[in-house]
C-alpha cells in the first residue's frame, strides 16, 4: 500500500431482519370476522359451518324427518304444503345470508391485506438482492483496486532488489580493489 492512502473497508452487509411476518403485523386486526369476544367467534364458526357437507346432510335429515313425520301421520304439528318448515327455512336464510355475506366480505379484506403484506415483503427481498449486487460490485471494485496495488508493490520490491543486488555487486567489487 502507498504513503497517504486509506485503507477501505468493505461495506457490511445489509441486514436483513430474521421477522418473516413483520408485514402482516399491520393487519393482525383482521383476524376474526365479527370481532374477538365469545358472540363474534360462534358467529363466525356458525357463518363458515352454512357450507359444509355436515350441515348440509345434517339438514336435509333433519328435512326428511320433519316431512316423514307429518306426512305418514305420526305428528300434525305441519302439515302438506309445509308452512312451518317454509318459515323455518326463511327465518335461517334471513340470518345466514348477511352472515355469509359479511364473513366473505371480511375473509376479501384479509386475503387483500395478506397480499399487500406479500407484496412488500418480495418487495424488501429485492431491495436486499439488489443492495447485495452493490456491495458485490463495490467489493470486486476493492478486489480489482487491491489486485493493482500489489502488483505495484511487487514491481517496487523488485526494482528494490535490483538496486540492492548492483549496490551489493558494487560495494564487492570496491572492497575486492581497496583490499588487494
Known sequence: MTRGTKKSHPVPPAEIPTDYFRFHLPHLHLGNVFGNDWFALKAEGFARFFGTPVFLVGQTVIVA???GLN???YTKFDVYPFILLNLAFSLQAAYAAPLILLAQTRQADRDKAHADADAQHREAL???AEQRQ???AQQAEQLLL??????QL???VKE???RIETLTIEMHNKVLQNGT
Do not use: D
Open 134 to 136: 452493490v456491495l458485490a
Open 154 to 156: 511487487t514491481e517496487v
Open 71 to 73: 306426512v305418514f301421520g
Open 126 to 128: 429485492a431491495t436486499a
Open 160 to 162: 528494490l532488489s535490483q
Open 65 to 67: 324427518i320433519w316431512i
Open 146 to 151: 487491491l489486485m493493482q496495488q500489489n502488483t
